[in-house]
């Protein structure tokens, strides 16, 4: 099994949590959209504080802002997808997946899944790169177009070996395109110095 293979099963599991957790809660949306949103947000240069991240679960999800300070398992998880989501988009590795469920699911769910979590990836990237999308070059300009394409895909697909194939295909696109947007609007970090500063 390869390294992108062992990464991707792990996300299925992930999906399984958050897919969980949704459920558990009574979410209204998909967590792949949430993931996705996530995604856009921090691709673009974004970081969020706890309280707007806090209020994007819960407008995601449907739920009154004080579920989180009523849930603590809610607020631990989320504030780990954070980080995790954060580690895994600067991740040297490129083993950053998007939180899609795995071929265990029907091709419909699956499209469904892809769909949701593009739609939620530009619509993070509208709310933190707003017009400096515009100066973006163009092969990012490009992908945008292709995301927004992706995200009007009807989950009318006919199964069979070709739409597997076109699926694994899109996936890996998405993939590789949300580490190209966030190369592009996040510049490296630099080393932490050496020796301990006062601040």
């Known amino acids: 099994m390869s390294e992108t293979d062992t990464s991707g099963a792990a996300y299925a599991v992930e999906f399984e949590r958050w897919a969980n957790v949704f459920a558990t809660h009574k979410a209204y949306s998909h967590p792949s959209e ?19 991240w806090k209020y994007t679960v819960c407008e995601h999800m449907g739920l009154p802002e004080s579920t989180l300070e009523d849930s603590a398992d809610l607020a631990r998880f989320m504030s780990e997808a954070y980080e995790q989501t954060l580690a895994s988009l600067k991740s040297d590795d490129m083993s950053f997946h998007p939180l899609l469920p795995d071929d265990d699911y029907v091709i419909d769910q699956r499209l469904e899944a892809l769909v949701a979590w593009v739609r ?28 927004v394409a992706i995200s009007q895909v009807s989950e009318d697909q006919e199964p069979g070996d070709e739409g597997e194939q076109q699926l694994l295909e899109i996936v890996e696109y998405i993939r590789l395109g949300a580490l190209a947007v966030f190369t592009e609007f996040n510049p490296p970090e630099k080393p932490a110095p050496q020796t301990s500063t006062l601040h």
């Not at 949430?34 to 707007?52: K, S, T, Y």
């Open 34 to 52: 949430l993931h996705g949103a996530l995604c856009g947000r921090l691709a673009a240069g974004a970081r969020l504080e706890e309280p707007e």
């Open 120 to 147: 939620g990836f530009l619509e993070g990237m509208a709310l933190s790169a707003g017009e400096s999308l515009g100066q973006a070059p163009d092969e990012i300009r490009e992908l945008m177009e292709d995301m």
